[in-house]
Each structure stands twice: as C-alpha cells, then as structure tokens.
Nanobody, 119 residues
Framework: QEQLVESGGGLVQAGGSLKLSCVAF????????MGWFRQAPGKEREFVAA????????YYAESVKGRLTISRDNAKNTVYLQMNNLKPEDTAVYYC????????????WGQGTQVTVSS
C-alpha cells in the first residue's frame, strides 16, 4: 500500500523559515517526478514546486520562486521543501505527490502538514 507522510509544518512569523519533508512508503520515489501542493481553507489545491527524478530539473510556482526550494534524497525516499521568507499567504496544508507537469498523478494524498504564517 502506497503511503505518503508529510511533516515539518508549524506556526512561524512572517519572514521565518520551515523545512518540510515527505517520506514515501510502498514505492520508490526515484522513479517519479515529485511535487509539493498546498491548499488553504475554501481554496483550490495549487501547485507549488516539482523536481525531476534525478533532481536536475526543478519548477516553481511564480508566487514562491526565490523563497521555496525543492530537493530530494532518493536514498532516503524523501522529498523536501525548504521554505524561507515565509509570508501569510503561504498559510496552507502542504501535500506531496508524484506529478506530471503541475498535475498530481496519484489519487492518494497523505495527511499533509499545516503551515501557518502569522503577520
């Protein structure tokens, strides 16, 4: 059974930093392009960032470019999202998933991790 477990979220003041982690169970992440998505209450889930299987290629939503950095450690079956200079509009539940372009390719979503940025 495939399982994605996100962690690392929390409450931080504007300008602060967090590092999110996503660990996969039941599949090897090295076979997939992976991405991060986020969803705020009452809003659609939106694409945040993606990274190719080798880590050589990355792509970011314009709203987070320069502040968030996606990385991966295939040996640990883990994807990371380093979040710097956080803004209140970054507040959301963050999820990871395999991705094609900016679209998730798996119907399974983990529990997500809550990021709350206060003013």
């Amino acid at each position: 059974q495939e399982q994605l477990v996100e962690s690392g979220g929390g409450l931080v003041q504007a300008g602060g930093s967090l590092k999110l982690s996503c660990v996969a169970f039941g599949r090897t992440l090295s076979s997939y392009t992976m991405g991060w998505f986020r969803q705020a209450p009452g809003k659609e889930r939106e694409f945040v960032a993606a990274i190719g299987w080798s880590g050589s290629s990355t792509y970011y939503a314009e709203s987070v470019k320069g502040r968030l950095t996606i990385s991966r450690d295939n040996a640990k079956n883990t994807v990371y999202l380093q979040m710097n200079n956080l803004k209140p509009e970054d507040t959301a539940v963050y999820y990871c998933n395999s991705v094609k372009g900016v679209v998730p390719t798996s119907g399974y979503w983990g529990q997500g991790t809550q990021v709350t940025v206060s003013s």
